[in-house]
């Protein structure tokens, strides 16, 4: 089946209740458009027809051949909205291990402005839909808007940091000079900046205030201009690194 799904799928998972049953070996599926598009559709249409299923099972089983994505194997958007269906009915479960399940399923996926505007609902009384939009996985103007109004409204106080990063592009906006030093440094790192616009972001706003962030930034990233221009800092300001 690893080599051949299209030829073995529908005689192993042709309802939940054999998806289920085969899940072993299902969950060795290659995470090609068809499995995943196969499956979720399984699942879907048990929920639509009021259907019972192993919810837990079967939602790993899918989750599974997502993980066996080949290469980069992209999913149609039809798939991902099948994958957003899932996400949309289980992410408010009362078992975590569920909610945390179906974050997989759109983690690092482009959607569409409905379904991040549903992420944009959900946010407040949802930290996993909150958790999408700040890790989404490049710049978008909805979530800009979205970013800058919560950032604006002071909403979500602790993740200050990955909110403002979603503002900073090819500089950090005027609005964050009364921020903490840290605040700022751990924005940039967020930002869905490159490395060069990072290192020259970090290198103008790193202060002896902030030495302990810098050093961790730095080691991250892989950039010793960071700790020689800290080094500077320091000699000329005085003082232990971490004091």
Known sequence: MVFEPERFLPALASSVRLMHANRRALRLAPGTDFVVKWLASLLVE???GKKRFRTLDCLRTVRSTIRNAPPGQTLEPSTVGLLFRLYQ????SSNPDIQWCVGAFIRDRELSEDQLAWLIAAAPDST???NRLLR???RNRQIVAWARAAYEGREHPDRTAEILGLLIDSKVPPQAR????DTVLWAIFYSHTDLRTKERLLLRHVKRSSAESAIKLALRLGLPSLLHRLS?????EGGDILE
């Open 46 to 48: 048990a929920i639509e």
């Open 89 to 92: 009915h289980f992410v408010g």
């Open 128 to 130: 996993h839909a909150l």
């Open 136 to 138: 989404y996985p490049k």
């Open 178 to 181: 009364e921020e903490p030093t």
């Open 232 to 236: 500077k800092i320091l000699s000329r």
